[in-house]
């Protein structure tokens, strides 16, 4: 097992650099999501979940092509 927790000071996004770069990726989704379906801002909440869950199920290349849900259960 070579996952390692650790946490970061407040309001220092420099150290905790992939989970930034994750929520941007999440966030470019949301935005996708909602003007390609012309969907009202309202619907916010459930197009976060939505990009959360699909960023959580896609593989990914910095994983060795295994999901962030994968690699979690290992």
Same mark, same amino acid.
């Given at each position: 097992n070579d996952?390692?927790?650790s946490q970061s000071a407040t309001y220092t996004s420099a150290q905790n650099g992939p989970a930034e770069r &994750?929520?941007?990726l999440i966030i470019?989704?949301?935005?996708a999501m909602l003007i390609s379906?012309?969907?009202?801002?309202e619907m916010w909440p459930e197009a976060l979940e939505t990009a959360?869950?699909?960023?959580?199920? &896609?593989?990914?290349?910095?994983?060795?092509?295994q999901s962030p849900l994968q690699r979690l259960h290992q």
């Amino acid at each position: 097992n070579d996952r390692a927790f650790s946490q970061s000071a407040t309001y220092t996004s420099a150290q905790n650099g992939p989970a930034e770069r &994750s929520l941007g990726l999440i966030i470019t989704k949301v935005r996708a999501m909602l003007i390609s379906t012309n969907f009202p801002d309202e619907m916010w909440p459930e197009a976060l979940e939505t990009a959360a869950y699909l960023h959580n199920k &896609s593989p990914q290349q910095a994983l060795g092509w295994q999901s962030p849900l994968q690699r979690l259960h290992q």
